[in-house]
């Protein structure tokens, strides 16, 4: 039906044009040379070409409405295909309508016809239609066969199946190509459009700003418009009127408007200044907000490099170009229409003459803007590339030195560099093609504006001061014109870059915390139902299976297994990172999520395998999160508590002692205990300990204990570790294997289980004792599998840490045994 009325109206619309152009042929007395015509054709008197240009127009509509009438699944898809010729030709059918206006203008004195005029209109009007119904007759969609489907015949399936297999045959279902490719363009249109009006809905606050901005662009343009028009005027008042009081009037009025404008330019440049910067700052803050916001598991998956270009380059590239680009925008609307009318004031010949570029003009710009935005997008993700490589190198300096990779991660840096500078290069060509096309068009109007002005000039119908009046319009008018389409490409740019940044900024993030729980008292216990759990980053890898345990409150409880069985992964479900897959993660048996963030995170204080330090003193970094209520006694408590007193007294600063970027400044241990010293300081209900005492040697981490265990009666401490002295210290040892709880139990249980737990010491032992002898220890069954009665009792528990049987090496990853045996305590559980 609705293909019906698109063909329908197609014909109608082209017979009308037939009509219509025929009647005001015959009514411009034609028809009665109409044969003669013919054979003493003349292109400034005859019309002839105009009415044949009717006929074509109709036959070229019949036959594309034939065809999709007939065949529409073939013809329409054809029909998409040949839009851009369609709207070439159109272009072309008008150029030719003005040259033949102007050559008519020549040979008829007195144009003031209205058959003449309405032939002129008609078909510069069909002309727009031939291409918009070109593209009605290209939005037709195939009608599918008619095939009923009839309970009542009893054969509804059968009928069904015909249909289904008809359409999988004729790929009735999918939609056909030019579908997706109409709908691709015009949805990115719309996207277009709708980034470049979002970005200008967030100079909304500086509304008043913008209103002077723009009566000042406004007092600019209407003043420049004017001087071009004084500057014939001046050269009519010496060259042809030859009278001083013309000239120096036209040059007294120049010199006015010209001061008026420097003000108002230097008032509207400002202004637009000012507001450039505060979008900057906005969308800053609102891209950071976001950021800030987003679930762990974004910061698993994107690089940090990403987000720094997105919150620098891109942020910087939006502003800039939305407020330079309105502000070109708007001055280079205003002048160039005001130009437009002058120059047709003056000459409305050369003035459509100069109209006639402009399509063509319009064509370029458009295919550049296009591909120009598309090599912009290129180069700021090549750019992030390198960003990353960069950034990924600095921040680990002291890596890739004892690597000795610095001059390959050079070349690295230079093979991202190389392809930037390959995506430039093309836009560097790109550029240039533009630049020859545009010149090139510039110069023909030109020398077609001086040949022709010339000619109107000699047979008296402009005057000189006129002539050079247009041409400093049309000289303007090109500028104009050329400043907008740099606007056009300059908000493709913006564009691109707030794409990118607006779809940051619109990420929800798959974790919110919209809990609003502030018991007044919290009891601290921690218990795991059934939790399984997988990384957004890797979602087909399940790191923990059905977990599940609890821990009372006042209990230390330490998670042992082998390295990468999930014991962290625990701590992060906590902390509240990441959210279970499935089963819930409770607190006081309420679920995490339901507790408000902040005072979760004030109960529930961890401390990390390799925790950050920030490029503030000691007492800041201390004080973390808790400026506004920490007085300097409580950041001295905390540090004493975590034994860090000592040391941070012995610095020159103390407590002012800046610790670098993320704290490279002092050692690894110090940081340790001034993390911990920032997660007591909060005074918690339940402490994360995840390898937080890996890096400090065993006097340290005996004072640190101490404290963690002489202070934290009645609270709950979690903490995963692989050193024996602190794991024996704990009420239960929960042994996580391949993200299932595999044993749980006191020390003593759990060997007595002669499990993996058992299995992991005596592995450990059997490995010492022979770095220790070079002789097979005397075990009865040295087999890891073998029963536990074969791991003697005592050298383990003597291997439980006293500060008095210590050797004096404090090496961090070394323990002692009462033997003097030295073993890694990195891999003692491994
Ligand atoms: N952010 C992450 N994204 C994807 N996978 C991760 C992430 N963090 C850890 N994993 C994976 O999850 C599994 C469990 O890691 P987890 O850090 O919990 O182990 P672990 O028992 O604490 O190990 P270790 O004792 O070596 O610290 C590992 O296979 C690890 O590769």
Same mark, same amino acid.
């Given at each position: 039906m609705v293909c019906n009325v698109k063909i329908l109206l197609t014909l109608f619309v082209s017979l009308a044009d037939l009509a219509l152009t025929t009647i005001l042929f015959i009514h411009g007395h034609q028809f009665d040379k109409f044969t003669t015509e013919i054979y003493k054709y003349s292109f400034s008197n005859c019309f002839i070409d105009i009415w044949f240009l009717s006929v074509l127009r109709f036959a070229i509509l019949f036959g594309a409405s034939v065809a999709v009438l007939c065949n529409a699944k073939d013809a329409v898809p054809r029909l998409q295909y040949s839009s851009g010729f369609v709207l070439s030709f159109c272009g072309l059918m008008f150029t030719y309508l003005i040259v033949k206006l102007l050559f008519y203008s020549e040979h008829q004195k007195? =144009?003031?016809q209205p058959w003449f005029w309405g032939l002129f209109a008609c078909t510069t009007v069909c002309c727009v239609c031939l291409y918009l119904l070109w593209k009605l007759l290209s939005s037709v969609k195939p009608r599918r066969p008619h095939l009923s489907i009839n309970a009542e015949d009893g054969n509804t399936e059968e009928s069904a199946k015909l249909l289904s297999d008809y359409a999988n045959e004729h790929d009735l279902n999918k939609p056909e190509r030019g579908d997706y490719e109409s709908h691709g363009i015009k949805k990115k249109a719309n996207e277009k459009r709708s980034t470049v009006l979002r970005l200008l809905s967030y100079t909304a606050p500086d509304f008043i700003l913008l209103i002077i901005a723009f009566i000042a662009l406004l007092a600019t343009s209407i003043g420049e418009i004017f001087l071009p028009l004084f500057t014939g005027k001046v050269i009519d008042g010496i060259v042809?009127?030859?009278d001083y009081n013309e000239f120096t009037h036209a040059i007294t009025v120049m010199a006015l408007i010209s001061a008026g404008t420097a003000l108002t330019s230097g008032l509207r440049g400002t202004l637009f200044m000012i507001v450039m910067a505060r979008l900057n700052i906005r969308i800053r803050n609102c891209l950071y907000s976001s950021i800030a916001s987003q679930d762990i598991g974004f910061f698993d998956c994107t690089k940090t490099g990403d987000i720094t270009s997105r919150l620098t380059s891109d942020t910087t590239v939006m502003s800039d170009s939305i407020a330079l680009n309105l502000n070109v925008f708007l001055r280079n609307s205003v002048k160039s229409i005001g130009y437009l009318v002058l120059m047709f004031k003056l000459s409305w010949q050369l003035t459509i003459v100069t109209l006639i570029m402009i399509p063509l003009v319009a064509v370029v710009a458009k295919v550049y803007g296009k591909y120009y935005k598309k090599l912009s997008r290129m180069v700021q993700d090549t750019l992030a590339l390198a960003n990353n490589v960069a950034e990924e190198t600095l921040s680990s300096m002291k890596t890739v030195r004892s690597f000795a990779h610095e001059i390959k991660e050079t070349a690295k840096y230079a093979d991202k560099l190389h392809d930037t500078y390959l995506v430039k290069l093309k836009e560097a060509f790109a550029y240039g093609g533009f630049v020859v096309t545009n010149r090139f068009m510039e110069l023909t109007i030109d020398v077609i504006l001086l040949f022709y002005g010339g000619h109107l000039v000699l047979t008296d119908r402009l005057t000189p001061g006129n002539l050079i009046s247009f041409i400093l319009y049309n000289l303007e008018l090109g500028d104009a014109l050329e400043s907008l389409e740099a606007v056009y490409t300059g908000l493709m740019q913006a564009a691109g870059a707030a794409e990118k940044v607006f779809e940051l900024m619109d990420r929800e993030p798959?974790? *919110? %915390?919209t809990g609003r729980l502030m018991p007044g %008292?919290?009891?601290g216990q921690i218990e795991f139902k059934n939790v399984s759990f997988t990384y957004p980053s890797r979602? !087909?890898?399940?790191? =923990?299976?059905?977990v599940t345990f609890k821990a009372s409150p006042g209990e230390v409880i330490a998670l042992v297994g082998p #390295?990468?069985?999930g014991k962290s992964t625990c701590v992060n479900l906590i902390e509240h990172f990441y959210e279970p897959t499935s089963g819930s993660i409770l607190l006081d048996n309420i679920?995490?999520?339901? +507790?408000d963030h902040e005072y979760l995170h004030n109960k529930v204080a961890m401390v990390g395998q390799e925790p950050i330090l920030y490029a503030r003193s000691i007492r800041e970094n201390i004080a973390y999160a808790m400026e506004n209520h920490c007085t300097f006694d409580k950041v001295k408590h905390a540090a004493v508590l975590a034994n860090a007193h000592k040391f941070i007294s012995e610095?020159?600063?103390? +407590?002012?002692t800046e610790v670098g970027e993320k704290g490279t400044q002092i050692s690894g241990g110090q940081k340790q205990r001034i993390a911990i010293a920032r997660a007591l300081i909060r005074d918690p209900i339940v402490l994360l300990l995840d390898?937080? *005492? #890996?890096? =400090?040697?065993s006097e340290s981490e005996y004072m640190v204990q101490q404290a963690i265990y002489g202070n934290l009666q009645n609270r709950t401490v979690l903490i995963v570790a692989h050193r024996l002295s602190t794991i024996e210290k704990a009420n239960r040892i929960i042994v996580i294997d391949k993200g299932t709880v595999a044993e749980q139990g006191s020390h003593l249980d759990l060997l007595a289980q002669n499990g993996l737990y058992a299995q992991l010491v005596q592995r450990q032992l059997l490995s010492t004792n022979i770095t220790q002898d070079d002789e097979p220890p005397e075990? *009865?069954?040295? %087999?890891?599998?073998?029963?536990?009665? #074969?791991?003697?009792l005592n050298p383990i528990n003597q291997l439980a840490f006293s500060p008095d049987n %210590?050797? !004096? !090496? !404090? #090496?961090?990853s070394f323990l002692s045994s009462p033997g003097g045996i030295t073993f890694s305590v990195g891999s003692y559980l491994m």
């Open positions: 007195d =144009l003031r042809v009127n030859k798959k974790i *919110t %915390n %008292n919290v009891q979602p !087909d890898v399940c790191v =923990l299976k059905n #390295s990468g069985g679920p995490i999520q339901q +507790y610095l020159k600063d103390g +407590y002012d390898e937080a *005492t #890996s890096a =400090l040697d075990l *009865t069954n040295p %087999n890891i599998n073998g029963p536990i009665t #074969s791991v003697p %210590n050797s !004096d !090496d !404090d #090496s961090e």
